[in-house]
């Protein structure tokens, strides 16, 4: 399947330090986006990139590409409490017409105070 | 509405009983999408509607799962016969028209969380 693979499944990290969190997909893409999930709640829509970008920033977000070796990582830098929650990638399919987006487990991001 | 709204949030029903989740997209949005997600598990895919048809249900896993959406609006998901391993957060998201090769940002709800027992 096209499922998206997060790497590691958790992290547990201080206040202040840098999460580095990556996906892994199989097949070719268009675009990859990422998404947060708070305990209990839906998904977030956080940062997307385009297949032709290689690289993103959104404030402490910084989200790169890398379609030679269909991977994507997120790195959050200076992160706090508030930061704490699952986090997910997500990828359509170049070569489908359908509208399937397709999600990865997550990656469980813990950061202490 | 201002977001995507589910109903009921919590639902706790006994094995072999038929339930009903009910997903209120953002108005104007056409795409609508059901996810399951079991817990500590990634999202699911189960079906996409466009409009009120639905290009891509494969992701249904057997045929006590239904799905309908009438008036390019309301989406209404169906299990039968309820099973323990049916327990998981169901979640409905929407986006706009989807266009092959156009990225668009999925907009999700709280999700319902069915619990059989």
């Known amino acids: ?113 | 509405g201002a977001g995507v709204s589910q109903s009921p949030s919590n639902k706790v029903t006994e094995k072999g009983k038929d339930v009903e989740l009910r997903c209120d997209p953002i108005s104007g949005h056409t795409a609508l999408y059901w996810y399951r997600q079991s817990l500590g598990q990634g999202l699911e895919f189960l079906i996409y509607f466009q409009g009120n048809s639905a290009p891509d249900k494969s992701g249904l896993p057997s045929d006590r799962f239904s799905a309908e959406r009438t008036g390019g609006s309301v989406s209404t998901l169906t299990i039968q016969r309820t099973q323990q391993e049916d327990s998981a957060v169901y979640l409905c998201a929407s986006s706009s028209t989807y266009l092959m090769g156009h990225p668009r940002e999925l907009f999700f709800g709280e999700g319902s969380r069915l619990t059989v027992l």
């Open chain 1, 1 to 113: 399947s096209q499922q998206g693979e997060e790497d590691p499944q958790a992290l547990s990290i201080q206040e202040g330090e840098n999460a580095t969190m990556n996906c892994s997909y199989k097949t070719s893409i268009n675009n990859l986006q990422w998404y947060r999930q708070n305990s209990g709640r839906g998904l977030v829509h956080l940062i997307l990139i385009r297949s032709n970008e290689r690289e993103k920033h959104s404030g402490r977000l910084r989200v790169t590409l890398d379609t030679s070796k269909k991977s994507s990582s997120l790195l959050i830098t200076a992160s706090r409490a508030a930061d704490t929650a699952s986090y997910f990638c997500a990828t359509d399919d170049r070569g489908s017409t359908l509208g399937r987006l397709y999600f990865g487990r997550g990656t469980q991001l813990t950061v202490w105070p």
